[in-house]
């Protein structure tokens, strides 16, 4: 089973990506997570993605690209996975295609959540990226680049939609009743 899920930062993606990844057993596979890990050990990569993450800013493509390339490459990915985060561009959906195939995805979560919302819990977390001039250019990121991919998606029939407010374990139950 391989998973996407998409929706605005703030909508909780990672967190319902671990819970739904350990019920299915898969892993969960983060570009975000898997970049803040390289910035925490102060990887070659990890001096690279430093300053553009505290933007706010995307990761070059051909970076994220390669990363998750190997990621997904490794042998706990060949049963599936969830993908989360990734892919964020047309030309990131564009280079997974070449890989897995334009029908390789089974389903594509979307995360509904209204923005008041997103805005309280980005800032209630205190990351570092989570300040009000990042959030500001992360929404705006969003807008532009990744909303897009969600039309490109439903056009392929991937789609589900789920109602990411309430409980975090009512969301979770939500999203297995639909790609299940
Ligand atoms: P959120 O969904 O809350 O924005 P993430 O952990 O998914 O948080 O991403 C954090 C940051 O990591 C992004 O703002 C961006 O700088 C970088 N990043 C993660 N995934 C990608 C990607 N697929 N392409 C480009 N940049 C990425």
Redesign the pocket.
Known sequence: MRLLFI?????G??TQAGKVAARLGIPHI???????DHVARGTDLGRK?EA??A???????E??VAM?VERIGQDDAATGYIL??????AA?VKSLDGIIGAHGLDQVVVFEVDEDELTER?LSRG?T??TEE?IRN?FR??QEQTQPLIDLYADRGLTVAVDGMGDVEEVTERILEVVS
């Open positions: 929706g605005p930062p703030g909508a993606k990672g983060s570009t975000g997570d898997m970049f803040r993605v553009i993450m933007a706010g800013d995307y990761v070059p493509d970076v994220t998750l989360d985060g990734f892919p964020r561009t990131q980005l990351r990226d989570d990042t992360r990121m969003y």
